[in-house]
C-alpha cells in the first residue's frame, strides 16, 4: 500500500504591494506669511516722501541754492529727532513693560533746563552763547547720559525692579530741577531769562545747524545698536525669568539698552530741545497700527511716524499758520491728550 502526498494548493490572494506607506516626517507647507506690515512701511515710506517733497518745496521763494540747503537741514534734524524719539520710546517701553511711560518724562527735559539756566545764572547768557556749539552740546549731551545711566541702571538692572520706584523717582527729580531753575530763574536779570524762553520748547528754527552732523554720527551710532538688540528685545518682552532661560543676559542687556536709550534721548534733546510726549504720542500709534510685537516692525514703524509728524507738522505750522506757534507746542498738547486716556484705561500693555 502506497502513500501517495500531493501538494496542497492555497487560493492566490492579492500580490503584495511595492509602494513605500507613506513616511510621517514629509514637510508641511510654509506658514502663510503676513505683508501687512511691510505693505504698512511701504505706505508710511511714500507717504513721508510726499510730505518731504511739499516741505522742501511749497511756498520756497528765492534762490535754489540757498533755500534747498536751509530746508534741507531743517529737514534732517527733523528726521534725526523723530527717529530718536520714537526709537528709545519702543525700548524703554520693552524695558519698562509700560507703554505709558517714556524716558523723556524721567527728567531728561528738566535737568536740561536746569543745565541751560545754571549757565545763564553762573556766567551770563553773553558769555554762554561765546561757548563754541560743539562744546556745549557735548557737555550737556554727556551730563544727560551720565544722569540717565545711573537712574536706570540703579533702578532697573536689580533683581528686584519697580516700575513705580523708577516712575516716582523720575518725577521727584524732575520737580527737583524744575525747582532749581525757577529759582535761579527768579534772581538772574529779565532780560537774560528771554534767553532761557527759547529753550525751555523744541525748535526747529533756531537750533545751530553746525551741530546736526554730529547728533547724526551719534545718534546713528546708537539706532544702529538699538537695531542690533531687536531680536533681544523681543526676548525680554517675555519677561525676566523667561528671557534668562533662553539664553539672554538680562541685566547685561537692559544695561545696554537703558546706555542706547539715555544717548538717543540726551542727543536729539541737547540739539532742539525738550519734547515730552512726543514719543509716548508715536510709540502708542505705531503699536496700533503695526500689526505686530515684533521689534523690526514695530520700531521703523514708530521712526517713520515720528519723521512724518514732524516734517508735515511743520510743513502745515510755517505755510498755513505762519509761525503763529511752536510745533513742540502743539505735540505736548496732543501728547498729553493721550497720556490722561491712557492712564484713565489702564492700558499698559
Not at 561757548?131 to 544727560?144: D, R
Not at 532761557?196 to 551719534?218: E, H, K, Y
Not at 514708530?302 to 508735515?312: H, Q, T
Amino acid at each position: 500500500m502506497s502513500l501517495e502526498i500531493r501538494p496542497t494548493t492555497t487560493a492566490p490572494g492579492p500580490e503584495p504591494s511595492t509602494q513605500r506607506p507613506p513616511s510621517s516626517a514629509t514637510p508641511l507647507p510654509p506658514p502663510p506669511t503676513n505683508r501687512r506690515p511691510r505693505w504698512i512701511l511701504i505706505g508710511l515710506g511714500a507717504t513721508l516722501l510726499v510730505a518731504a517733497l511739499a516741505f522742501m518745496t511749497v511756498g520756497a521763494k528765492g534762490s535754489w541754492d540757498f533755500v534747498l540747503p536751509f530746508r534741507g537741514t531743517k529737514l534732517l534734524a527733523m528726521a534725526l529727532v523723530g527717529v530718536a524719539v520714537a526709537v528709545s520710546t519702543v525700548m524703554f517701553q520693552t524695558v519698562t513693560d509700560n507703554r505709558i511711560l517714556t524716558p523723556s518724562i524721567m527728567g531728561f527735559d528738566a535737568l536740561y533746563l536746569l543745565l541751560q539756566t545754571t549757565l545763564v545764572f553762573s556766567i551770563g547768557s553773553a558769555r554762554m552763547t561765546a561757548i563754541p556749539a560743539p562744546a556745549k552740546f557735548l557737555l550737556e549731551s554727556a551730563v544727560m547720559v551720565t544722569f540717565g545711566v545711573l537712574l536706570y541702571r540703579w533702578l532697573l538692572s536689580g533683581r528686584r525692579r519697580s516700575v513705580h520706584v523708577l516712575v516716582l523717582a523720575g518725577i521727584v527729580l524732575g520737580v527737583f530741577f524744575r525747582s532749581l531753575s525757577s529759582f535761579m530763574t527768579r534772581l538772574i536779570d529779565p532780560n537774560e531769562f528771554q534767553v532761557l524762553q527759547d529753550a525751555m520748547f523744541a525748535s526747529f528754527n533756531s537750533f545751530d545747524r553746525s551741530l546736526v552732523w554730529l547728533a547724526a554720527l551719534l545718534l546713528g551710532g546708537a539706532v544702529a545698536t538699538a537695531w542690533a538688540l531687536r531680536r533681544r528685545l523681543d526676548v525680554l518682552l517675555l519677561g525676566r525669568e523667561r528671557a534668562t532661560m533662553l539664553g539672554v543676559d538680562h541685566q547685561r542687556t537692559v544695561g545696554l539698552v537703558l546706555v542706547v536709550v539715555a544717548v538717543l534721548v540726551s542727543v536729539s534733546t541737547a540739539l532742539v530741545g525738550p519734547i515730552t510726549f512726543f514719543g509716548l504720542l508715536v510709540a502708542n500709534l505705531a503699536y496700533r497700527i503695526a500689526g505686530s510685537h515684533r521689534h523690526a516692525v514695530v520700531m521703523p514703524v514708530a521712526a517713520l511716524l515720528g519723521v512724518l509728524a514732524l516734517v508735515a507738522g511743520q510743513t502745515v505750522l510755517e505755510q498755513v499758520f505762519e509761525f503763529d506757534t511752536a510745533l513742540a507746542v502743539i505735540i505736548e498738547f496732543l501728547g498729553g491728550i493721550v497720556f490722561l486716556a491712557l492712564l484713565m484705561r489702564g492700558d499698559k500693555r
